[in-house]
């Protein structure tokens, strides 16, 4: 079935630091790839998403490459702030228009340090 | 505007009561979800609804249930039956379009 794996959390960085956080998926077809973010006591928001290979999300400096070829779906920003500090979720959903059931990866916690 | 509206946002239960968690869309969306989180875990699904009349289980539907009456509405009950209810329940609906979901800002549920 399908899975995604997420980086281990959680992660602490200094502000202005490069953030990257993995996320590999296991599918059969062709997913859609998301990104989403929770902040404490908050539901969940789209950060990003990408629906066929080679597709590069962005959305608020944060930036994400769907790769076929390593199943691969990074969370990449170049320069983080302390109001990025949250849990991020990478997701996939089915390649059936008929079915978006999205399967979450664990989350990672990333916290920026003033 | 358009969104998901989770009630209430804090409830407190006693063991052996039922209680009903409310999600309400005005998206138009013809598919809703619900997921249980807890402290430092991802998000699991409980149960899916694709149409009105119609829904199914997820990975942990055992202790719950639901309903799909309405378009714009998908209670969640969780019952007696539920040995350990206490968590963060989260709503989303989407649109059949790989779009993705859209979360409400969810009901935190604990027993006392």
């Known amino acids: 079935g399908n899975s995604v794996t997420q980086m281990e959390g959680p992660v602490t960085l200094s502000e202005e630091a490069f953030l990257t956080i993995n996320c590999t998926y296991t599918a059969t077809g062709y997913p859609s790839l998301f990104w989403y973010v929770q902040y404490p006591g908050e539901g969940l928001q789209l950060l990003l998403k990408?629906?066929?290979?080679?597709d590069k999300g962005s959305n608020k400096g944060f930036e994400a490459t769907y790769r076929k070829e390593t199943t691969s779906f990074h969370l990449e920003k170049g320069s983080v702030q302390v109001s990025d500090s949250a849990v991020y979720f990478c997701a996939l959903s089915r390649d059936n228009f008929g079915n978006e059931k999205l399967t979450f990866g664990t989350g990672t916690r990333l916290t920026i340090i003033p | 505007d358009g969104g998901i509206t989770q009630s209430p946002k804090y409830l407190f239960r006693k063991e052996g009561q039922n209680v009903t968690l409310s999600c309400e869309q005005n998206l138009n969306h013809d598919a809703m979800y619900w997921y249980r989180q807890d402290p430092g875990q991802g998000l699991r699904l409980i149960y899916y609804s694709q149409i009105v009349n119609d829904f199914q289980k997820g990975d942990i539907a055992e202790g719950y249930s639901v309903s799909r009456e309405k378009k714009e509405s998908f209670p969640l009950t969780v019952t007696s039956a539920q040995k350990n209810p206490t968590a963060f329940y989260l709503c989303a609906s989407s649109a059949h379009d790989r779009g993705g979901y859209t979360f409400g800002s969810g009901t935190r549920l604990t027993v006392v």
């Open positions: 990408a629906t066929k290979a080679d």
